[in-house]
């Protein structure tokens, strides 16, 4: 597809400059209508090499040589710069052009122009220019107005369907909004015209061909998304030339589409996350009491989530802080959105960008698929924060369900998972955890900024903090995991993979640090409680 605009030398030669010289086409006359981009004038041997193609050479002929060969290779390098035509005003040097130049412009597809009165050629130069600029504006004005009736569609309540509909009509061929991978989107085909292709028929024609290159009667302009990266492109529009040939305006009218295409989809974008901010707020109203058990449910019918009969179960997802509040929070809403699509429950989403936090409320049909249900959801939540490119190495999500039952449980169960998800940031990873077991560590992560909880823990373990920071092998490891086994030193031995006699010394040695019988239960309920801790305490 020419792409660059320009006029044809057919025009070029109706123009009152050339006119005037007696144009007389001796080579090539049914190639008039190539696109003339720029002039040039010029009397030098290896003129070809000053060229890029697409011009309209003017010479009396003094660089074309006078032996045949000369001409011939003269003639071949013009062509193969892929200049529009060549024309040559007769006078002092041919009083007719040779045979051999004209049969070697013929030969290569060139055509050749002969001018049998003397032209002023800086009078031809500003004239074709002129008009090779006017022609241009003109190919602007109709891109215009294809950006303007665009415009008016999505004023008068259109979207993007009818937007490429008028694409589609303008340029008499079938168009795509595809995904920057190349997942359709959208296909609007002309409405106009029996013989117009269906544009689905058309886009299944093209999936082999598009993995390679996109094909070479087409036009492929992306959407801006305005971010960096894989976010600099939101989607592509692409142009096929099935119905009609695509012109240099067809390109200028897809560019044109593109930026009215990218200020719907920016503000599809914003209005999702608006929809998610809100479905937020109201979680985090009926969380802290400011929404009634009574007002609940009708609030959240107008938001879209009709539960059954069953309970509620309130979950929280709680992010890595280094995305507060600079994550994309509406590709995660819409990513998690289309995964909690298959849990089969009724599901209402919000999220909660100043705290890094995502609530959801699930519809149970019975208590008894709380596990299977929060499962399922916890898998969505990661996968969904998995796709929006959110997740970070080191720093899983965590997920968090409450206690499930009514709209008045919901609200004590939403705030009590939204503290405990903050709480359990750090702990070993799991799928999900369950509220109801992180109560210790919700106490303590509440206690974190009270100094009697950091000198507890300097009491309890601070001899074994002494001695990992000096000695090896660090024996706290050892410790928390004797202890996450209840003092069952096979197990602890297989997961630390030491020999039992090494856990026996390793154990000695921090009975003796720590001056504890490491079989009495009140010293494992403290050492277990200081382990815990020691995460939240200012001073650890």
């Known amino acids: 597809m020419d792409n660059q605009g320009g006029i044809t030398v057919q025009r070029a ?94 030969t290569a597809g060139l055509p050749l122009v002969q001018l049998h009165r003397e032209v002023p050629f800086v009078t031809v130069t500003e004239e074709i220019h002129t008009e090779i600029v006017n022609h241009h504006y003109a190919l602007l004005q109709r891109a215009e107005e294809v950006h303007r009736r665009c415009t008016e569609a999505l004023l008068g309540g259109g979207g993007i ?28 085909g002309p409405v106009a015209g029996e013989a117009a292709a269906d544009p689905l028929q058309v886009w299944e024609g093209l999936r082999g061909q598009r993995a390679a290159e996109p094909p070479a009667n087409a036009v492929v302009v992306d959407v801006p998304g305005g971010g960096h990266g894989t976010g600099s492109v939101r989607a592509r529009v692409v142009l096929v030339g099935v119905s009609a040939p695509l012109l240099p305006v067809h390109r200028m009218a897809a560019e044109r589409t593109a930026g009215v295409l990218a200020v719907v989809l920016m503000q599809a974008r914003q209005e999702e996350e608006l929809a998610a901010r809100g479905r937020g707020d109201f979680l985090t109203d009926l969380a802290e009491g400011r929404i009634t058990a009574e007002d609940a449910p009708a609030q959240a019918r107008v938001l879209g989530f009709r539960p059954g009969s069953g309970p509620l179960l309130p979950l929280v997802m709680r992010l890595s802080s280094d995305l ?12 998690v959105q289309e995964e909690l699509s298959s849990v089969g429950v009724p599901v209402l989403l919000g999220v909660r960008p100043v705290e890094g936090r995502v609530p959801l409320l699930v519809s149970l049909r019975a208590e008894s698929e709380r596990t299977a249900v929060a499962d399922r959801v916890a898998a969505a939540l990661r996968a969904g924060v998995d796709r929006a490119g959110l997740d970070r190495p080191g720093a899983p999500p965590v997920v968090v ?81 004797y202890l996450a086994h209840a003092g069952r030193k096979a197990e602890t031995a297989r997961e630390l993979h030491l020999n039992r006699q090494t856990l026996y010394n390793r154990l000695a040695r921090i009975s003796e640090l720590l001056g504890a019988d490491l079989d009495d239960p009140e010293t494992v309920l403290s050492l277990s409680l200081a382990l815990r801790a020691r995460r939240h305490a200012s001073a650890s």
């Open 13 to 106: 030669l109706e123009l009152p400059g050339l006119r005037s010289g007696l144009p007389e086409v001796v080579a090539c006359a049914d190639r008039l209508g190539r696109t003339v981009r720029w002039v040039h004038a010029g009397e030098v041997p290896n003129i070809a090499s000053l060229l890029k193609g697409g011009e309209l050479l003017l010479t009396t002929g003094l660089g074309l040589g006078t032996r045949p060969a000369e001409q011939r290779a003269f003639v071949r390098r013009l062509a193969d710069r892929g200049i529009a035509a060549l024309v040559v005003e007769l006078g002092p040097r041919f009083t007719r052009l040779p045979g051999t130049l004209v049969e070697t412009a013929r």
């Open 324 to 335: 507060v509040p600079a994550g994309n929070w509406s590709v995660l809403a819409r990513a």
């Open 161 to 188: 369907p009818q937007v490429l509909r008028i694409l589609a009509d303008f340029t008499a061929n079938p168009v795509f909004l595809e995904t920057p991978d190349g997942q359709l989107l959208y296909a609007a």
């Open 401 to 481: 369900a409450g206690v499930s039952g009514s709209w008045a449980a919901a609200s004590a169960g939403l705030r009590h998972a939204a503290e405990t998800a903050t709480a359990a940031l750090g702990l070993p990873a799991r799928p999900w955890y369950d509220a109801r077991r992180l109560d210790i560590d919700l106490l303590l992560w509440r206690l974190r900024e009270h100094p009697d909880l950091a000198a507890f823990v300097d009491r309890a373990i601070g001899a074994l903090r002494t001695h990992d920071a000096t000695s090896r092998p660090p024996l706290l490891p050892t410790l928390e995991t």
